[in-house]
């Protein structure tokens, strides 16, 4: 996959995307792209009183926002435009330094301003003792980020992750605390438990929003002495653990509803770190696919523009997880090395994105060039002036919405 471009909008009111020309020479209005399937002058994204907006420049092949082809079109955030076979994500949003790519041999691989910010706080973190509790929706990578943590830490221990939502209710406390033998009828032979397997090193408490409360008292007492008492023993056993935790709920609802300890709370949650969806971050899409391609061993292989809009527009609720699983399954279905919509599921190939829009009303911009027709007799340099545009950016759209200046000059002119 090609390395992203990033172009700021900041101090600029208008800029074109085209394909490059060697007769024609890119600026600071032009941006150029190797895509022969773009017109030299492709779309315009421009800024007016309301915000920004996308105007298709009378291009051979369109301009889709969200997988659909306008002509005139606002922009939000996050927005997906496709002009020729390159894909754009707007974001109105202000990135202090120019976002870099993380090494493609490293643990995680961005653009988004929101991911890198996630990461860069985790790395900042790291070396200190501070617990840390990372939320996310499932599938995003808080596990991922978490033993990045560990790494980075520098504790000589193990990593170590416990699901306290897959462990049965009445077994939690043997696995964080370890159990001694005869303790109960199932407890044959002695058990460390995950605390005290981590020792010297890092435990990652994932789903902690569905840990029983008969467990979050032990925890606690754990966080607050450095001891764990381990299911039929007499003698506390010392413990020193970093505590990370990850959840996908808001815990202080849950803390609100009695479901969670608010002690246990102030305890965890020394600093939060917040991941998003990978719909937050579509501009992420590519290098992740990349990515899975070569695990895949199909470097080599090439998606189809439909292939691509649909893994683009699609919402991804279970996120970079599911987005490999679908990258992996269409590997194994493609042939020549070409992966095209068909080999993607029924649900990624007829995705819409929940805020898609459609076109834009043409009448307004419509309406205001026949008033100002209207009351410049026709003359469309005077249109033009009072518009804020060039002439040949308002003849544009003349063509385009089929007025005829002639239409509103006097006949005896």
């Known amino acids: 996959m090609a390395v992203p471009v990033v172009v700021d909008l ?22 150029a792209c190797d895509d022969r399937w773009m017109s030299r002058a492709h779309t315009a994204i421009e800024r007016g009183l309301s915000g920004w907006t996308i105007a298709d420049q009378g291009s051979a092949n369109g301009t889709l926002l969200n997988g659909q082809r306008v002509s005139l079109g606002s922009l939000v955030d996050g927005d997906v435009i496709e002009t020729g076979s390159t894909f754009w994500v707007f974001r109105d949003a202000i990135v202090d330094d120019e976002p870099s790519t993380t090494a493609a041999d490293g643990p995680f691989l961005s653009v988004a301003p929101n991911f890198q910010a996630a990461v860069a706080l985790a790395e900042r973190l790291a070396p200190s003792e501070v617990p840390v509790m990372i939320i996310g929706p499932t599938g995003t990578g808080k596990e991922l980020l978490a033993r990045h943590i560990h790494a980075l830490s520098g504790r000589p221990g193990p990593f170590v992750a416990i699901n ?13 605390f370890g159990v001694e033998r005869g303790a109960h009828s199932m407890a044959e032979h002695s058990r460390t438990g995950q605390i005290r397997s981590a020792s010297d090193g890092t435990l990652l408490l994932d789903e902690i929003g569905d840990m029983p409360l008969e467990v979050q008292a032990s925890l606690l007492r754990v966080l607050q002495e450095n001891e764990g008492l381990p299911v039929g023993g007499d003698r506390p056993a010392p413990v020193d653990v970093r505590f990370l935790c990850a959840t996908h709920q808001s815990i202080p609802e849950l803390v609100a509803a009695g479901r969670f300890r608010s002690d246990l709370l102030g305890r965890l949650q020394g600093a939060t770190i917040q991941i998003p969806a990978l719909a937050e971050r579509r501009e992420d899409i590519g290098l992740l696919v990349g990515r899975f391609l070569r695990t895949y061993d199909a470097a080599t292989f090439t998606l189809t523009p439909g292939a691509y809009r649909a893994l683009m527009t699609y919402d991804w609720p279970r996120n970079v997880r599911e987005l490999q699983r679908v990258v992996q399954a269409a590997v194994a279905v493609a042939e020549s090395g070409r992966i095209e919509l068909a080999h993607l599921p029924p649900e990624v190939q007829h995705a819409r994105k929940p805020n898609s829009r459609p076109e834009l009303e043409e009448t307004d911009r419509r309406r205001e060039l026949i008033r100002l027709l209207t009351a410049h007799r026709g003359n469309v340099s005077a249109v033009a002036r009072s518009m804020g545009y060039s002439r040949m950016q308002v003849h544009r759209w003349l063509k385009q919405y089929g007025i005829n200046p002639d239409h509103y000059r006097p006949a005896d002119d």
């Open 10 to 31: 900041l101090g600029r009111d208008r800029l074109v995307l085209g394909r490059r020309d060697p007769e024609v020479a890119a600026g600071p209005a032009l941006i």
């Open 164 to 176: 306290t939502a897959a462990v049965q209710s009445s077994l939690v406390a043997s696995e964080l």
